[in-house]
């Protein structure tokens, strides 16, 4: 069975860092695209980031770039979200997902940012 | 960036009966391999979403056939055949031609 856990979230200041991490089991991860999907309360979802199967390649919106940094551990088989310089607009629940086809999900884990 | 934009449903829609959800981009999403590169998902109420369809019209792996996708290369259709109380939520589609990636802003059905 395929799953993707995320872990890391929770209430942190504007202008700090947090990092999320996403375990993933039941298929070969090293295979895979890896993403970041964010929905923030009652709103839609926005892609945040994608990293190739080696982590060589990494891509963003304009939103989060220069801020965020994904990568991953295939031995581990992680995907990592570092945030730094967060902003109140950033808080949302973030999901895990795998990008060579989105067809596979975290359950997400939410991210407040506030004062 | 290619800009995604989603119609509006009549909603309730009464079970059993069919509804098309539209989106339509900014830009063709029809790439140099022939595919076009669009996917939907549904999001259930306090659930991840799910994949429903990719490269337009081909259905996900375990994806009912009452979820058909059709369109040209900047407008899209999900049909939703014979609609039942479990197909609720909110659609969304997504290309996936270029980056950034991008979504619609969703539609929502509500059964009745």
């Known amino acids: 069975e395929v799953q993707l856990v995320e872990s890391g979230g929770g209430l942190v200041q504007p202008g700090r860092s947090l990092k999320l991490s996403c375990a993933a089991s039941?298929?070969?991860?090293?295979?895979?695209?890896m993403a970041w999907v964010r929905q923030a309360p009652k709103k839609g979802l926005e892609w945040v980031a994608t990293?190739?199967?080696?982590?060589?390649?990494?891509y963003y919106p304009d939103s989060v770039k220069g801020r965020f940094t994904i990568s991953r551990d295939n031995a581990k088989s992680s995907l990592y979200l570092q945030m730094n310089s967060l902003k109140s607009e950033d808080t949302a629940t973030y999901y895990c997902a795998s990008s060579s086809g989105f067809d596979y999900w975290g359950q997400g884990v939410m991210v407040t940012v506030s004062s | 960036d290619i800009v995604m934009t989603q119609g509006v449903l009549p909603n309730p829609v009464p079970s059993g009966e069919s509804a098309s959800i539209t989106c339509r981009s900014s830009?063709?999403?029809?790439?140099?391999?022939?595919?076009?590169?669009l996917n939907w998902f549904l999001q259930r109420p306090g659930q991840s979403p799910q994949l429903l369809t990719y490269w337009m019209s081909t259905r996900a792996s375990g994806v009912s056939d009452r979820f058909s996708g059709s369109g040209s290369g900047t407008y899209f259709t999900l049909k939703i055949s014979r609609v039942r109380a479990e197909d609720a939520g909110v659609y969304y589609c997504q290309q996936v031609r270029e980056y950034p990636l991008t979504f619609g802003s969703g539609t929502k059905l509500e059964i009745k």
């Open positions: 830009k063709s999403l029809v790439y140099k391999d022939g595919k076009t590169y």
């Open positions: 990293i190739s199967t080696s982590g060589s390649r990494t």
């Open positions: 039941g298929f070969t991860f090293s295979n895979y695209y």
